[in-house]
Nanobody
Framework: QVQLVESGGGLVQPGGSLRLSCVAS????????MAWHRQAPGKEREWVAT???????NYAVSVKGRFTISRDNAKNTVTLQMDSLKPEDTAVYYC???????????????WGQGTQVTVSI
């Protein structure tokens, strides 16, 4: 099967920085795209950033200019560098991968368990 494991969450002050990482492992043949989403208490899950094949990136308006998504294909890893953090960024951040499992003929979505990011004084 496939597993996505996030790391790097924690507590930071407004204006601070954090770097999240996500490693994909298991039985898959290719990764089409990887992304980060977040969910705050009482709110729906929100898309944050995506990096697709060819390192094509897209960002939500709320984080553009502050967050940077990147990937290391050899290590099946995606990272999210978060700068100038605001209290509104507080949420559980989830890693998402669109990939083809071994023996599969189509792409499917897989999710990590999430890592908590808290921005507070």
């Amino acid at each position: 099967q496939v597993q996505l494991v996030e790391s790097g969450g924690g507590l930071v002050q407004p204006g601070g920085s954090l770097r999240l990482s996500c490693v994909a492992s298991g039985s898959f043949s290719s990764i089409n795209a990887m992304a980060w989403h977040r969910q705050a208490p009482g709110k729906e899950r929100e898309w944050v950033a995506t990096i697709a094949s060819g390192d094509i990136t897209n960002y939500a308006v709320s984080v553009k200019g502050r967050f940077t998504i990147s990937r290391d294909n050899a290590k099946n890893t995606v990272t999210l560098q978060m700068d100038s953090l605001k209290p509104e960024d507080t949420a559980v951040y989830y890693c998402n991968a669109v990939l083809r499992v071994r023996w599969g003929t189509t792409y499917n979505d897989f999710w990590g368990q999430g890592t908590q990011v808290t921005v507070s004084i």
